[in-house]
């Protein structure tokens, strides 16, 4: 939190509190935000597992807010847990 209000990301009130209410539910299939970090963008993101069947990293779905809307950009997701999932068996033989 301390980086990314020394990065100017988010204001000097930033707080735990408000982090969290950013992140999805546990258990959700995706995690949505629009204007979060970027004016005018929206994304859609999904976790990629590891071999150990844990997140940790994701791939994302990004649009300008005036090209998709939010229901066209969530309509994505099947396709994006697809890619993760297969980038996920990719990874298996790195040192991933």
Excluded: C, Q, W
């Excluded at 969290?20 to 963008?41: C, Q």
């Amino acid at each position: 939190m301390a980086a990314a209000v020394a990065a100017g990301h988010e204001d000097r009130a930033f707080t735990l509190e408000a982090l969290r209410s950013r992140l999805p539910e546990p258990g959700a299939p995706y995690a949505y935000s629009a204007d979060e970090r970027a004016t005018g963008v929206m994304s859609v993101a999904v976790a990629v597992p590891n071999r150990g069947g844990k997140p940790s990293e994701s791939i994302s779905l990004t649009s300008p807010m005036e090209a998709a809307t939010e229901d066209s950009l969530k309509a994505g997701v099947p396709e994006l847990k697809r890619a993760a999932g297969r980038l996920s068996e990719l990874l298996e033989g790195s040192v991933y």
